[in-house]
């Protein structure tokens, strides 16, 4: 069975610096999707980056970026230039190319002032 | 609408009663998800609908639990004789197809007393 571990629960990190959060997997399958997603205090679970496994270039989106490592089935999320509006949990997730997310058990993250 | 919306916000309730929870998904979507987050975990899918149907109910906990989407578009999520165990908040996503990245909505906190 397919599982995901965020073994960090929760991170600090100082504003306008770099935070990672770390993620990994366990999966046989090759074809599958990889997504972290931001949850605020409203709850609403938001998309912040999705990297599909068969691409071997990381995926960036504005200050958000990704190492992803197939081999050693990691998953890292690069927040640069930390806002204060950034801090949320962080959940990874797991799709193998259907609709079935598998999700972490989350990382909080705190933004200092 | 805009984006996924859930009713109601928040729902407490007694040991052994009924409650349904609301779904509303983005227009046009055809797949609609329904998801269990626990207190410090990640969400836990539930039911996936592809159009008016129940495509895959394979995580519903038990008998007590059940879902319907008679138009394809909105959706109820029903609790019979809840239990305490049942707090947590129920989350719904929906996609434009059943391999597109879901957006969430804001969730339902139920609390059972």
């Known amino acids: 069975a397919q599982t995901v571990t965020q073994s960090q629960p929760e991170m600090s990190v100082q504003e306008a610096e770099t935070v990672t959060l770390s993620c990994t997997y366990d999966?046989?399958?090759?074809?599958?999707?990889l997504f972290w997603y931001k949850q605020p205090p409203s709850r609403q679970m938001i998309l912040v980056i999705r990297?599909?496994?068969?691409?071997?270039q990381n995926a960036t989106e504005n200050r958000f970026s990704v190492n992803f490592q197939k081999a050693a089935k990691s998953f890292s999320l690069k927040i640069s230039d930390s806002q204060l509006g950034d801090a949320a949990m962080y959940f990874c997730?797991?799709?193998?190319?259907?609709?079935?997310?598998?999700f972490g058990t989350g990382t909080r993250l705190k933004v200092l002032a | 609408g805009a984006g996924v919306s859930q009713t109601p916000s928040n729902k407490v309730t007694e040991k052994g009663k009924y409650v349904e929870l609301r779904c509303d998904p983005i227009s046009g979507h055809t797949a609609l998800y329904w998801y269990r987050q626990s207190l410090g975990q990640g969400p836990e899918f539930l039911i996936y609908f592809q159009g008016t149907g129940a495509a895959d109910d394979s995580g519903l906990p038990n008998d007590r639990f059940f879902a319907v989407r008679p138009e394809g578009s909105v959706s109820t999520l029903k609790i019979q004789r809840t239990e305490r165990g049942d707090s947590a908040v129920y989350l719904c996503a929906s996609s434009a197809g059943r391999t597109d990245t879901q957006y969430f909505g804001p969730g339902t906190r139920l609390t059972v007393l």
């Open positions: 999966t046989s399958e090759s074809d599958y999707y």
């Open positions: 990297q599909e496994a068969y691409k071997q």
């Open positions: 997730a797991y799709r193998r190319g259907t609709y079935k997310y598998i």
